[in-house]
């Protein structure tokens, strides 16, 4: 009897699968797979310009190389300081924009969706937009500080400096609306009620924020700071189009350095050394992600 | 085009052969070639594909598609600096069976050279170029100029006229040229390394020469009176699109760029400057040394993956005749790379500073010719736009660490079995 | 403590009236219900009081002052809300300490006042958990901590029992109406629950609607409801409602409705001019005999269609000249349905009503 | 008061922030070439349409949008058509392992390109992928799969679970629950599942430089970083070529505010 | 129709069991009830009716043929929602005709049955509206006509009234017991609400955490309650329970709870070795009488403490001799708090239990 009840059971469940097959077989082969290939492939000495090398197989030596190599270091903190820049401050930006857009007034329509628009233009439009509005002539930054003094104006990308900033700008303005949408989500979630109990309590506008909303925008935030982290690590776009990684490979981010080494170089081991470390990181961060809130959403999928 | 398929007798299967290029400087001149060619071989026809300018770009996606062997790439550019990765990868045909000995020997041997590694030849070189001095002819004058001959004449030049352009030109800068990090700055550094009578690389390719005095000396000069002073700092984000603009703008005495500025320069729908520019070689650090420019150029070549070969090689034999490369000098300011062409006299009335090119093209130095090229250009362009962007680096430190990473590159490079 | 009076209060929501022309006085130290169907603007007049919307017209005084003026925080009010709003980070001892603490409160008297709200309450055990941790009736008692450690003036509370089981509701419910006479503070508690309205209030303001319908003690509002909605919506099962018209007989006045005709009770208000006026009478199932009776009393031969048995009562679904009636009797064995009965209804239990006004 | 005044600013801070540096761009587009170019800059632009002519006609433009429009919209598809039936499933079924597949799904997301470029490049090497619309329309799916499905997934877990017993005790088989039932209902989810896809595949740029080679391939995105003039940096046409690839989305953006909003939030925060 | 039969049924989710061996004989066309607190697994017993839940262990027949083996579908049953489950995006019509044409009916067969069941529920004029259009009790009849549409052998309901106002929940509650009655179907009904269970049911099977605790009639459940649980779950108020010792003494058997004593009536088991066992004490609050009674009964001297007036009725919260005692009344002028009673029980409305069984 049991044994029947079961079979009507794992039948749904046979079905169940099968509708997930596509998804799994997509994940595997174009996400899964790829990542075990390119560890393997960081094994080997493969120089794609010198197939007279062979492919040796060399074990972690490329690994090693990566440690040494001091552009990959500077790729290394080029990245983690634009991750951390960028994220805080598309943070702190996406909190204010939250707040403006949860507000109730006329309109709000029209201006939720004005803090859309970043969000949803190419980066690689972007890119050429702040470009354009940095450049050295006729960008606007130049009119807007100095208006017609021309001698005056500033070659912005020439400093790594600000170069690396305009970088973090761009992402911080594109961005931005992003964060503030998951935190925008997160502010939903608070009952007016609190704010209600803590208005008869006394507590000012500041007060309100400081005490309630803060804290209990926690989880809001900590999850749109781990979306962005793990994002903008994977900036490529901005430095592609922008800077090419320069000067003085300011602007060098991981996924740039991985890509001229396995596509312009054709050092497909060392290449793929590099995708494996980048993967990695983002991966631990991702434990990390899962670590702080995913248990409780992986409880309520149990 | 069906009659005179009939009338050569045998008909030919039609074929379509894919061409990589980028996007031409002239296509009016080009576009006149594909239909001369397209009258004299009815059965092919040529699909160009357009590839971006940048040449590290071109170089991605073109490797890309040899890589996967693709076989709808039939012929294609190749920069003289790819010649030996080509080579070496097998991503390039050997052209030795095809291209003849006597006919090799129309063409400039300067030029044959780029296109030879190993023993074999590999492409058959479009034209001649190298970095060139282009100069504000009406400044020169007004101010009583003769073309500089020596960086320090270009100096003090540029320093006096926009000195005494200031009040009214305020925007004038002395010099522009590419300093950005590229494949384009190792070509603008190599001038100033040579320049000082050293070399980015041992002969041998055994060794990387970024910490000698010559080298050295030559990432100062520029460090200390090029970017900054007679050019702006905003020259260290320009590659050759953006450097001639302050030029054909008004807004540069001196711009160092490749001999196709020429016709942008004259050109008076896009330049202010049109009728007042002047080209020379590029100058000499002393008197006394020799001049020295930077090797550039581009050659065409057939993919060992296409199944059109002996079709390829016919639209190269024709493009890179001698009445073609005539065409192309004569409409598109091209500098031919047969030597014939080159002294023509009607070609030269047209281009006054072909002579100035093909005196300059035969002093002009290669980069390194070595398939690891790609890798080692990102460590020299890395390390020359680190020296010149951050003024408190510690050069030689810089360039040893440099050097050191380079012959770790050509150590690997040799371990071939 | 102290007294609060609405003077004319209305509120519109955009175009949406929700309370017109709301007048009401609450002595100082009375437990005042209000009472009413979802959306009759209950809460909105609570909020009104508190501050926490601005009314669109009228006075609230508190105290003899008006408060229109002053924010939520300066009406020294506390409130208790439906779902506690308890501040969901901080600890129970936190939570108490928050309005305090707002208020500039010197530490050691913000302990002090902890310690003897959380002693009043029995909550000492719980200080230092958070809301999450604590059981339903834990976290009520935490929200009225947090109100009365201000010792406020005004107690505002919007149906602070209605998320806790029946038993617990039974439990705080006497717990709270033994604290409000022991402080002997002024509460307003808005509920849409009849029992919490009977055993609670010192006065019911039924609402329907955004106006005021009744504002009695409990009591009064039961045996003498001034109007068809109040009478209906108070008791279950309900009163019996019939629409008809009044007579003129001999003996007296007489309702008629088809074919059914009750001699009605003396009347409060002269009736002269309403021969024929359309009327409402109505009596309440539990007010129903089914056994003679010796008080004067309308007899009525109805037929029982249903007869549920709740086990103590007993509600019979009957008809009386195709007039439904339902009555309420304590029986034992049940009357089953099909059975015919002779009902009476003393004289002084019925209710009519007249233009939405009470005539006896 | 001081509180409207603050919400004030910031509405006007956002707005001005994040439209600003967009419509600068979209002013030069209008500018004519020496107003482009002319030191210092010019505010308002005389040009009128010319740019876009250019963009259009001389840099195949159109084509640009066509490619995006295939690539982007097959996605969206392809995407909904495998997401949808994982979402429900994983939504609803009760499966051992379905918590340790939903996470590693989110993990997906999270991949660096780079971490899959290489080998996915040889793989569609060997399937002769590259340089073809579905060879790029690949990865895009694998990509987008972890947010259709969780935001797909946090919108069948609202609908009622009583609607799906109702329909199995009337005799719907599990496919057909999902098809007669769930997906009408879930249809405002799919619609902003579908609307974030086809953003993303529009604006890719990583895999398309890798996998599109050949120029009359390439998508928006691609078309716009090497955009290319004779000599100079053409950017009165590629301001124009900017503009008109960002219309779609604004527009999109304007008309389906609310959904974006409310779908990323159901799928981040609800979760 | 058919008759349904539970054999030891048992249900675990992971690790936590929700059913523990249930057996249930439920007789063809009767209406039985599953009542108990939340949680207690009424939900849970349904689905595993249904199908839509496998058991654990056990065996579930309808008609006397196992069905564990088949899907909801196949079983013949039909299933009424709590929140109706009515499919929104379909007409009325539609979501009758669903589950017939998911059968493969012969569309002009659909047609002869949705016609009928409309007739018969009264919704034909909502044939073509969309669910959203419906009034709630309107939802309410088409999910029943969707049940009843396909004519199955068992009706299942999980607390399908829950989501009415008070008032269409009684006049409901009235049409499904005619409706029941006239098709004479058998029914299985969820329901936490003991006048739904008292005036619906034939048999109410009382549940608690997964085990049942009676199944009778309603009137034995009220009068007769099988252990303190049932005993304190029905009714409202709920019986006043004590715990105490029984002992023996020359008149009879005497219940002790501290100082008080209370004679209990004859048992029906036999108590030889019972003495000093616990027992647990019980008598209803409307069981209590505040004037003397002929009956012979037990006598009690009670202070209010507390007196709730809930108009019909009147709840005195009590003490008897430091024992709480709940008493209802009807009484007017309600009695204050405050003064001393009187209160006689008599004997035969003691209820006495020992451990979990039902002594008298
Ligand atoms: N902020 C608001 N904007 C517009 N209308 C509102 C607002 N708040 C309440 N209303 C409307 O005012 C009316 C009264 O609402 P209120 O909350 O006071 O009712 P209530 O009596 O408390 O009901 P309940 O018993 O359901 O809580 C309702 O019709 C409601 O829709
Ligand atoms: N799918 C499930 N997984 C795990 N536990 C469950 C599941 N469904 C029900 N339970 C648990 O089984 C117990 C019984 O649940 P059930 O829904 O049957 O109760 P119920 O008697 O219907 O209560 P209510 O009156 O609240 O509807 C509860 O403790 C519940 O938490
Ligand atoms: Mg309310
Ligand atoms: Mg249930």
Redesign the interface.
């Known amino acids: 009897m049991m044994k029947s009840a079961l079979r009507a059971l794992s039948a749904?469940?046979a079905?169940?699968?099968w509708?997930?097959v596509?998804?799994?077989v997509?994940?595997f082969?174009?996400?899964?797979?790829?990542?075990i290939?390119?560890f393997i492939?960081s094994l080997y000495r493969i120089i794609l310009s010198m197939p007279a090398l062979g492919e040796p197989f060399v074990g972690l030596e490329n690994y090693a190389e990566l440690l040494r190599d001091p552009t990959a270091r500077q790729a290394f903190l080029v990245t983690a300081g634009f991750v951390a820049l960028s994220t805080t401050l598309e943070l702190i930006l996406g909190l204010?924009?939250a707040?403006?857009?949860h507000?109730q007034?006329p309109g709000r329509?029209w201006?939720?969706?004005?803090?859309?628009?970043?969000w949803?233009?190419?980066?690689?439009?972007a890119?050429?937009?702040?470009r354009?509005?940095f450049?050295d002539?006729?960008?606007?930054a130049?009119?807007l500080l100095?208006?017609?003094r021309?001698a005056e104006?500033v070659p912005w990308f020439a400093s790594p400096g600000v170069a690396f900033l305009i970088m973090v700008l761009a992402d911080v303005?594109k961005t931005s609306?992003f964060a503030a949408?998951?935190i925008?989500?997160?502010l939903?979630?608070i009952p007016d009620e609190l704010y209600e109990a803590a208005r008869i309590d006394g507590a000012g506008?500041w007060q309100r924020f400081w005490h309630i909303t803060l804290p209990l925008l926690r989880?809001?935030l900590l999850?749109a700071l781990l979306?962005r982290t793990?994002?903008s690590?994977?900036v490529?776009?901005l430095a592609?189009?922008m800077t090419q990684g320069g000067p003085g490979d300011a602007t060098q981010v991981?996924?740039l350095y991985?890509?001229k080494a396995?596509?312009t170089e054709g050092r497909?081991g060392y290449?793929?050394a590099?995708?494996?470390s980048?993967?990695l990181a983002?991966?631990f961060?991702?434990l990390l992600?899962?670590r702080a809130i995913?248990s409780r959403?992986?409880?309520?999928?149990? | 085009a069906a009659d005179r398929a009939d009338t050569s007798g045998e008909p030919l299967k039609p074929v379509t052969l894919r061409f990589v290029s980028w996007?031409a400087?002239h296509p009016r001149a080009w576009d006149e070639a594909f239909a001369r060619f397209a009258d004299s071989h009815p059965h092919i026809s040529i699909v160009r594909?357009?590839?971006?300018?940048s040449s590290t770009?071109y170089h991605d996606?073109?490797t890309?598609?040899l890589?996967?062997r693709?076989a709808?790439v039939d012929l294609f550019f190749m920069d003289i600096i790819w010649v030996p990765e080509f080579a070496s990868a097998g991503w390039a045909l050997p052209l030795d069976d095809l291209f003849s000995p006597e006919e090799q020997e129309h063409f400039l041997p300067a030029a044959m050279e780029t296109g030879r590694y190993g023993g074999h030849v590999y492409g058959v070189p479009s034209r001649i170029d190298s970095g060139m001095l282009f100069y504000r002819a009406d400044l020169l004058a007004k101010y009583g100029f003769a073309p500089p001959r020596t960086w320090a004449e270009l100096i003090t030049q540029a320093e006096s006229i926009t000195r005494g352009e200031r009040t009214l030109h305020p925007?004038l800068r002395g010099y522009s040229g590419q300093f950005k990090q590229y494949e384009g700055l190792v070509c603008s550094m190599m001038e100033f390394v040579g320049g000082y009578g050293g070399h980015l690389m041992t002969p041998d390719l055994r060794h990387s020469l970024l910490s000698t005095p010559a080298t050295l000396a030559a990432v100062e000069f520029v460090r200390d009176q090029i970017i900054g002073h007679i050019a702006s700092r905003a020259v260290l984000t320009y590659q050759?699109?953006?450097s001639?603009?302050p030029f054909?703008?008004g807004?540069a005495v001196f711009h160092r760029n490749w001999p196709?500025?020429w016709e942008?320069a004259n050109d008076p729908r896009?330049s202010k400057i049109a009728g007042k520019v002047g080209v020379v070689p590029l100058p000499r650090m002393a008197a006394d040394r020799p001049p020295t420019t930077a090797l550039g150029g581009w050659l065409y070549a057939i993919s060992p993956f296409s199944r059109h070969q002996r079709e390829a090689w016919d639209f190269i034999r024709f493009i890179s005749s001698a009445p073609l490369q005539r065409h192309f000098a004569l409409a598109a300011g091209i500098a031919p790379s047969r030597a014939a062409v080159l002294q023509d006299e009607q070609v030269l009335e047209a281009n006054p500073h072909f002579r100035a090119q093909l005196a300059m093209f035969h002093g002009a130095t290669s980069r390194p010719r070595t398939p690891l090229y790609p890798a080692i250009s990102n460590i020299l362009q890395r390390y020359f736009s680190r020296t010149l962007a951050y003024r408190d680096v510690n050069l030689r430190a810089e360039a040893e660490r440099a050097d050191a990473q380079i012959d770790r590159l050509l150590e690997i490079g040799r371990s071939a079995r | 403590m102290a007294d609060l009076e609405l003077r004319a209060i209305s509120k519109r929501f955009n175009s949406h009236a929700v309370l017109h022309d709301i007048s009401l006085k609450v002595a100082d130290g009375a437990f005042t219900i209000l009472l009413g169907p979802s959306g009759c603007g209950k809460s909105t007049l609570l909020r009104v009081i508190a501050g926490l919307e601005p009314q669109t017209a009228g006075e609230v005084l508190i105290g003899g002052r008006s408060v229109d003026a002053l924010s939520p925080a300066d009406r020294d009010i506390a409130m208790v809300f439906q779902h506690y709003a308890l501040y969901p980070h901080l600890s129970v001892r936190e939570n108490l300490a928050f309005g305090l603490a707002m208020r500039k409160t010197p530490r050691n008297v913000i302990e002090e006042r902890i310690a003897e709200t959380a002693h009043l309450l029995d909550i000492s055990p719980l200080l230092d958990r958070k809301p999450k941790d604590l059981s339903g009736g834990q976290r009520q008692r935490v929200a009225m901590g947090r109100a009365m450690v201000r010792k406020p003036k005004l107690f505002l509370f919007d149906e602070p029992l209605s998320n806790l089981d029946a038993q617990l509701r039974t439990n705080t419910r006497i717990e709270l109406k033994k604290l409000q006479q022991r402080l002997g503070v002024t509460m307003i508690y808005v509920t849409h629950d009849q029992v919490e309205a009977m055993t609670l209030g010192d006065v019911i303001v039924v609402m329907e609607r955004g106006r005021i319908r009744q504002a009695d003690p409990p009591h009064e509002t039961y045996l003498r409801p001034a109007d068809p909605f109040v009478a209906g919506f108070i008791g279950t099962p309900p009163m019996n409602l019939w629409a008809g018209t009044l007579d003129r007989r001999p003996g007296g006045w007489i309702f008629r409705r088809g074919g059914l005709e009750v001699p009605v009770p003396p009347l409060r208000t002269d009736l002269s001019g309403h021969t024929d006026a359309d009327v409402i009478l109505g009596v309440r199932p539990e007010d129903i005999r089914i056994e003679p009776t010796a008080e004067p009393s309308v007899r009525l031969e109805a037929a029982i269609d249903v007869s549920e048995d709740l086990g103590a009562d007993q509600i019979l679904h009957c008809s009386v000249m195709d007039e439904r009636i339902i009555v309420r009797v304590s029986q034992r064995p049940p009357i089953p349905a099909g059975r015919r009965l002779s009902l009476s209804v003393p004289q002084d239990k019925w209710h009519l009503f007249h233009e939405n006004r009470r005539l006896n | 008061m001081?509180?409207r005044l603050?919400?004030a600013c910031?509405?006007a801070?956002?707005?001005a922030?994040?439209?600003a540096?967009?419509l600068?761009?979209a002013l030069?587009s209008f500018k004519t070439q020496a107003e482009?170019?002319?030191?210092?800059?010019l505010w308002w632009p005389s040009g009128g349409w010319h740019f876009y002519r250019v963009a259009l006609f001389d840099h195949h433009l159109l084509a640009y949008v066509a490619n995006s429009v295939i690539v982007a919209g097959s996605t969206t598809m392809l995407a909904l058509?495998?997401?949808i039936?994982?979402a429900?499933?994983?939504?609803r079924?009760k499966?051992p392992g379905?918590?340790w597949?939903?996470?590693?799904?989110?993990?997906?997301s999270?991949?660096?390109?780079?971490?899959?470029?290489?080998?996915?490049?040889?793989?569609l090497?060997d399937v002769q992928g590259?340089?073809t619309h579905w060879g790029l329309v690949?990865?895009y799916?694998?990509?987008s799969?972890p947010i259709v499905?969780w935001i797909l997934?946090s919108f069948f877990r609202e609908l009622?679970a009583?609607?799906e017993?109702?329909?199995?005790?009337?005799?719907?088989?599990?496919?057909?629950t999902?098809t007669k039932?769930m997906l009408?209902?879930a249809a405002p989810g799919i619609f902003t599942a579908a609307i974030l896809t086809f953003?993303y595949a529009?604006?890719e740029?990583?895999f398309a430089?890798?996998i599109l080679?050949?120029?009359?391939k390439q998508t928006?995105?691609?078309g716009?970083?090497?955009?290319?003039?004779?000599?100079?940096?053409p950017?009165g046409e590629?301001?124009a070529a900017?503009v008109l690839?960002?219309l779609p989305?604004?527009l999109?953006?304007?008309l389906f505010?609310?959904w974006?909003?409310s779908g990323?939030?159901?799928g981040?925060?609800?979760?």
């Open positions: 749904d469940h079905a169940a699968w509708m997930l596509p998804a799994l997509f994940t082969t174009l996400a899964v797979y790829p990542v290939a390119s492939l204010c924009i707040l403006v857009i507000a007034f329509g201006v939720r969706a004005a803090a859309l628009i970043p949803v233009i190419p980066t690689a439009v890119s050429q937009m702040w354009y509005i450049n002539q006729y960008g606007l130049n009119l100095f208006g017609d021309v104006y303005w609306s949408l998951l925008l989500a997160g939903q979630l506008l989880p809001a999850l979306f793990m994002d690590f994977r490529f776009d592609f189009v991981l996924q991985g890509y396995m596509f497909m290449g793929s590099v995708s494996v980048v993967f983002i991966f961060l991702s992600y899962i995913g959403l992986l409880e309520r999928n149990a | 996007k400087d594909e357009l590839a971006p300018h770009a996606l073109l890309q598609k890589k996967n693709d709808t925007a050759e699109p953006e001639v603009v054909i703008q807004n196709y500025t942008v896009r | 001081a509180q603050l919400l910031g509405i801070l956002t707005v922030g994040s439209l540096p967009f600068w761009f030069t482009v170019e002319a030191v210092p800059p058509a495998i997401g039936p994982a429900y499933v994983l939504a079924v499966l379905k918590a597949f939903l996470g590693g799904l989110l993990t997906v999270m991949f660096p390109q780079m971490a899959i470029a290489g080998p996915v490049w040889r793989l090497a590259l340089n690949l990865p799916v694998t990509f799969l499905v997934a009622p009583e609607l017993e109702a329909a199995r005790v009337d005799g719907c088989t599990t496919w057909q999902l039932i009408p209902l953003i529009w604006n740029f990583f430089l890798l080679t050949q120029p009359g928006l995105p691609l716009i970083a090497l955009f290319q003039g004779e000599f100079t940096i950017w590629l301001a900017s690839a960002t989305l604004v999109m953006v304007l505010q609310r974006i909003i990323l939030s159901a981040a925060v609800k979760g």
